[in-house]
Nanobody
Framework: QVQLVESGGGLVQPGGSLRLSCAAS????????MGWFRQAPGKEREFVAQ????????YNADSVMGRFTISRDNARNTVYLFMNSLKPEDTAVYYC????????????????WGQGTQVTVSS
């Protein structure tokens, strides 16, 4: 089981940017696709983005298309989420996770969830 630690969250004004990082332990990081999810208070966990093992393909949710970019550095065992043009509705706890199943967006097909990092978009 890999351990994941998210960081980089904080308070940002609407239209601002943040970069989230997710550091993974262990030597199998490059063997798995990775994903970012988010959960706002009172809502279900929501898919944000996913990236392939090598990093050559990625997939974003419609709600963040054109604003968020997922990337990874396998040499550093780290996956990133670059968030631009942030909106108040992006406020949530953001989690990274390892994909173990066939779906690229269903939380049930991911494991090794980190503790999350809070992103708050507010003026």
């Amino acid at each position: 089981q890999v351990q994941l630690v998210e960081s980089g969250g904080g308070l940002v004004q609407p239209g601002g940017s943040l970069r989230l990082s997710c550091a993974a332990s262990g030597r199998t990081f490059s063997s798995y696709a990775m994903g970012w999810f988010r959960q706002a208070p009172g809502k279900e966990r929501e898919f944000v983005a996913q990236i392939s093992r090598s990093g050559d393909t990625s997939y974003n949710a419609d709600s963040v298309m054109g604003r968020f970019t997922i990337s990874r550095d396998n040499a550093r065992n780290t996956v990133y989420l670059f968030m631009n043009s942030l909106k108040p509705e992006d406020t949530a706890v953001y989690y990274c996770a390892r994909r173990i199943g066939s779906s690229s967006s269903n939380p049930a097909d991911f494991d090794s969830w980190g503790q999350g990092t809070q992103v708050t978009v507010s003026s």
